[in-house]
């Protein structure tokens, strides 16, 4: 069974601080994915990488980075935490599609759910 | 642009009536479908996935989705429901290449059950 672990389940933090958010899988998935989720938006995609290093900007990266040194783990960096980044953050990983396979599952963490005042 | 749209914020229904959360999509050519579902304080689970032939698709939990092309719709469906269904219901559909296994989400879908 595919485990995705996000680091915290609940975080507190100051505006202005600097915030790590990590996140591991254990099944060796290329695509890995932060999502955020606020009420009455779903969810929207953050950052995703396909591979070690390699990173695309999703629909929100603004105020957002993302570390892939490691093919498991998948780091989401607020370099300076605001109050509007106050959400549920969601990590997920996939195994990289090919062709008439189409896609594959996402597979979730359970989130972390930041406060920032 | 691909999109997906979950009419319904919330739903209460009784335990063991029958439930039907809408999705439509807009997506340019036969489109990938998703149901997913997050019970209290967990990440998504997938439910059931359309990709092709049987429009009609069987998930886990009992769930099932039909997929209609002329309406645009892809609704999911329970016969009964349980009291441990309640959850939020997403829709989802690709973003992109196939291969990434992006998606676009809806807004989702709150279902309450009554005793």
């Known amino acids: 069974d595919v485990k995705v672990t996000q680091s915290s389940r609940y975080l507190v933090k100051r505006t202005g601080e600097k915030v790590f958010l990590e996140c591991v899988q254990d099944?060796?998935?290329?695509?890995m994915f932060w999502y955020r989720q606020d009420p009455g938006l779903g969810l929207r995609l953050i950052y995703f990488?396909?591979?070690?290093?390699m990173k695309e900007k999703g629909d929100i990266p603004e105020g957002y980075s993302v570390s892939r040194e490691k093919k498991e783990r998948f780091s989401l960096i607020l370099e300076s935490a605001s109050t509007n980044q106050t959400s549920m953050y969601l990590c997920?990983?996939?195994?990289w599609g090919q062709g008439a396979r189409g896609y594959s599952p996402l597979h979730f963490g359970n989130g972390t759910r930041l406060t920032v005042t | 642009a691909q999109s997906v749209t979950q009419p319904d914020i919330h739903i209460t229904v009784s335990e063991g009536a029958s439930l039907e959360l809408r999705c439509n999509y807009s997506y340019g050519a036969t489109p990938y479908l998703f149901w997913y579902v997050q019970s209290p304080g967990q990440g998504l689970q997938l439910l059931l996935k359309y990709f092709s032939g049987d429009t009609l698709v069987q998930g886990i939990k009992g769930f099932e989705a039909e997929f209609k092309r002329s309406q645009s719709s892809f609704n999911l469906r329970k016969p009964s429901v349980h009291w441990s269904d309640a959850a939020e219901y997403f829709c989802?559909?690709?973003?992109?290449?196939?291969?990434?296994?992006?998606?676009?989400f809806g807004q989702g879908t709150t279902l309450q059950v009554k005793p």
């Open positions: 989802a559909v690709p973003k992109g290449s196939s291969n990434t296994g992006k998606l676009i």
């Open positions: 990488s396909y591979d070690v290093k």
């Open positions: 099944m060796d998935h290329e695509n």
């Open positions: 997920a990983s996939s195994l």
